[in-house]
């Protein structure tokens, strides 16, 4: 997706400690971010999302949290554990895409047990 | 409820033929929206039906298209293949057409160009 950033590309952890996932994107509109896990040989799955409205959302160990000002969102994972490996894609509402979800490059966590 | 199917699963084709894939949505589902995924590239949209219509088209050239029938099945097709369209193919169901409706994926369709 060329106007959702995503950073890191790649992301190791140790098992139990925290992993956080950073998006950024350029349209002020954008009012939908979700955040998408695929493991490895699997379809993507949509694990937690948040609307423009909210600032933060929990479920259990995932959160995301979004900044509308600086315009970014970001997954976090505490008590990373094995399962947690996998390619995480965060993805935003675009103006310039007719407000069809656009995707972030994705980013490839190993959590180290 | 039955998720989403796509096949084939696997492909490999030779450069300048064309291909079509399939993608079966969730029952009641009523948009499709079609992903190419590849390495370091994430997921590139393609084009979305809804309704036996599309609504959205990505940025890709006129050689992808696609369909969509009345039983929400769609259909996409790619006309002379290049090497770099290599590459995993994917749809997403929803219940209708809008971002914020949760998109359901499929296996996929692993399209390999030789």
């Known amino acids: 997706g060329e106007n959702v950033e995503q950073h890191p590309s790649t992301l190791s952890v140790q098992e139990g400690d925290s992993a956080v996932i950073k998006c950024t994107y350029s349209?002020?509109?954008?009012?939908?971010f979700p955040w998408y896990k695929q493991e490895l040989g699997k379809r993507p799955q949509l694990i937690i999302d948040i609307r423009s409205n909210v600032g933060e959302k929990k479920d259990q160990r995932i959160a995301v949290t979004l900044n509308k000002t600086a315009k970014h969102f970001s997954l976090h994972i505490t008590e990373t554990q094995p399962e947690d490996s996998a390619v995480y894609f965060c993805a935003a509402t675009l103006r310039s895409n007719d407000y069809k979800l656009s995707f972030g490059a994705g980013t490839t966590v190993t959590v180290r047990a | 409820k039955a998720g989403v199917t796509q096949t084939p699963r696997y492909l490999i084709k030779t450069r300048g033929q064309q291909v079509t894939l399939s993608c079966s949505p969730i029952?009641?589902?009523?948009?499709v929206s079609w992903y190419q995924q590849t390495p370091g590239q994430g997921l590139q949209f393609l084009f979305e039906?809804?309704?036996?219509?599309?609504?959205n088209k990505g940025n890709f050239p006129g050689r992808f298209s696609g369909r969509q029938f009345s039983n929400s099945r769609s259909e996409m097709n790619v006309s002379t293949l290049e090497l770099g369209d290599s590459a995993l193919y994917l749809c997403?169901?929803?219940?209708?057409?809008?971002?914020?409706?949760?998109?359901?994926f499929g296996p996929g369709t692993r399209l390999t160009v030789t």
């Open positions: 349209d002020s509109a954008s009012n939908y």
């Open positions: 039906y809804f309704s036996e219509t599309q609504r």
């Open positions: 029952s009641g589902h009523r948009s």
């Open positions: 997403a169901s929803s219940l209708a057409t809008g971002p914020t409706y949760e998109q359901y």
